[in-house]
């Protein structure tokens, strides 16, 4: 059984930056992307952005232009760095990997921005 182990969220202020990592116990074959999701209390998980085998990345507009993902094939990591985050970015943050076979998710880790 595969695991995905996120990096401990925490505080950060509003305008500042926050650097989220997660790593898979060991190489998943087949993966189709993977990416992050969030979810903020009340509100549906939302997807945050991706990326594909090919290095390409999609994000959502709520975060384009201020976060970044990016992956380290060789540490079975993907990354997610937030910048200029607002306080609309406090969610519950997902690693999600998706295979053939259905979707993978880590265990979540809270950001917190406050102003």
């Known amino acids: 059984q595969v695991q995905l182990m996120e990096s401990e969220g925490g505080l950060v202020q509003t305008g500042g930056s926050l650097r989220l990592s997660c790593t898979a116990s060991k190489t998943i074959a087949g993966i189709k992307a993977m990416g992050w999701y969030r979810q903020a209390p009340g509100n549906e998980r939302e997807w945050v952005g991706h990326?594909?085998?090919?290095?390409?990345?999609r994000y959502a507009d709520s975060v384009k232009g201020r976060f970044t993902i990016s992956r380290d094939n060789a540490k079975n990591t993907v990354y997610l760095q937030m910048n200029s985050v607002k306080a609309e970015d406090t969610a519950v943050y997902l690693c999600n990997v998706k295979v053939p076979w259905g979707d993978m998710w880590g265990q979540g880790t809270q950001v917190t921005v406050s102003s």
């Open positions: 990326i594909i085998s090919n290095g390409s990345t």
